[in-house]
């Protein structure tokens, strides 16, 4: 299949039909001429995000309401009624109250994912009163420059980004959102040429479509590992929430798609669960450990936010203690239990392990080695010009080391992960592991994902 092909192949999966489109149009128009109506301060309705702008994918009907208020109404009242509105749409329907910088509505209405977002009307982004005032500045910008070939364009971005599992705003997936694939779009001119340059792009890579400072500048004031700079707000990078990881696995999918183009690539290949027996030899050939906890009472997004932060740190915590962290990752069905894995090069220690002291020549440090370590295992000894213990570990199995460490960060963590520990927490072993994969088909998937650790791209 030759690359214009596969387009048209891909679009017409992907693409919405005119009388989806429609639909859509009909739906958000009647909203907004409810929230006109409705009594309070609000001065404007704006439709925004990849539908407003027809860059959405078949299937998304995310509406994204914004009530505009004029700058002079104080922060107290701009919130209040941006919630009595929201709550006064979805009357009979559906709804909970999220948190982006300040809270709004959202829920389903017919089908429809609907959020009435409350935000200032402001003269410039450079003004903005809070973070949710850029959007109708962003949908202003694209409007006048996404032509109807680049929507298409845009479509078939967006969609191999998410079949290379590299898409989404929210943090759990630390990846490019929608707004980032339209300003690629823009800058490249095309889905190919997008994915061409994709594939030599290096760390610190910088987009700056308006030309508002210069690339060394940016990569200075932003220091990220991909960098594109906001058209309607020069202090801001969109992609900040791309790691590291997804940043590089975007390059490396890239490469592979322009040696060999393939379907797979725009949708995935549905992994299969391993067997059980699959699982339970892989789990005696490697060292796992892990922990689960419960689930907050929170907004998602803030919540996969606390759980990474909350992973790595047992992460170091675990490698302060000698268990060497080869790789984790963190799960959550979003509903009642959340989890951290770790794989480690070894889940049992020696007893006895080796300090290495300061120069025998560093007098003042050699006194202070030598007063801290005055009843060592063996030793003090002199090796190769330093000074040499030998000491007990506090933790010679990781189960019992995260045991503690539980314990610890209890007191310490944010109150959404406060919550999840003060429901359950249990140190996962493989016993433990191989009951929660038996019973849980989404962890299982996480589980067999995480044992196979390769990128899923390679076997497209």
């Not at 929230?35 to 001065?43: A, C, F, Q, T, W």
Request: aromatic share 8%; charged share 35%; with cysteine.
């Amino acid at each position: 299949m030759n690359l214009a092909t596969l387009k048209k192949a891909v679009l017409k999966k992907v693409k919405p039909s005119a009388e989806e489109v429609a639909a859509e149009r009909r739906m958000a128009h009647a909203l907004m001429e409810e929230i006109r109506g409705l009594e309070g301060s609000h001065v404007e309705v704006m439709l925004c995000g990849s539908l407003a702008r027809e860059t959405h994918l078949k299937g998304d009907r995310d509406l994204d309401l914004f009530v505009l208020f004029p700058e002079s109404v104080p922060r107290e009242r701009f919130v209040e009624e941006g919630l009595r509105i929201g709550k006064t749409i979805f009357r009979g329907h559906p709804w909970e109250e999220a948190y982006s910088e300040h809270p709004y509505i959202r829920g389903e209405i017919r089908g429809f994912e609907v959020e009435v977002v409350p935000g200032y009307k402001v003269k410039s982004a450079e003004k903005i009163q809070s973070a949710v005032d850029r959007s109708p500045f962003h949908q202003r910008y694209l409007e006048k420059r996404l032509t109807g070939r680049l929507r298409d364009e845009v479509r078939l971005v967006r969609q191999f980004l998410k079949g290379i599992k590299c898409y989404g705003a929210e943090l759990r997936y630390a990846s490019v959102p929608g707004y980032v694939t339209e300003l690629l779009v823009l800058k490249y001119g095309s889905f190919e040429a997008t994915v061409k340059a994709m594939a030599a792009w290096r760390k610190g890579e910088v987009i700056d479509l308006e030309n508002h400072r210069p690339a060394e500048d940016a990569r200075k004031k932003f220091d990220a590992p991909f960098i594109v700079v906001d058209p309607v707000d020069r202090e801001r990078n969109v992609a900040a929430a791309l790691s590291l990881n997804q940043f590089t696995r975007m390059i490396a999918a890239a490469r592979a798609f322009t040696q060999k183009p393939r379907l797979s690539f725009f949708f995935g290949k549905k992994e299969k669960t391993w067997p059980l027996a699959k699982v339970k030899a892989m789990l005696q050939k490697t060292e796992l450990a892990g922990v689960e906890t419960g689930y907050p009472k929170a907004v998602s997004d803030v919540v996969w936010g606390q759980l990474r932060r909350f992973g790595k740190k047992l992460a170091n915590e675990l490698g302060e203690l000698d268990f060497k962290v080869l790789r984790h990752d963190e799960w959550t069905d979003e509903k009642k239990r959340m989890c951290c894995l770790y794989e480690l090069e070894a889940a049992t220690l020696q007893k006895a392990m080796t300090r290495t002291g300061p120069p025998v020549t560093d007098q003042a440090n050699s006194a202070a080695f030598l007063a801290k370590h005055q009843k060592p295992l063996s030793g003090p000894r002199i090796e190769e010009g330093r000074w040499v213990v030998e000491v007990e570990r506090k933790h010679t199995q990781a189960k019992t080391a995260l045991k503690e460490l539980l314990q610890k960060t209890k007191a310490s963590e944010r109150e959404g992960l406060r919550q999840a520990l003060a429901k359950k927490t249990r140190v996962l072993d493989e016993k433990a592991l191989v009951e929660w994969y038996t019973k849980d088909k989404e962890f299982a998937e996480f589980l067999t994902e995480f044992l196979k650790g390769e990128e899923d791209f390679l076997d497209y």
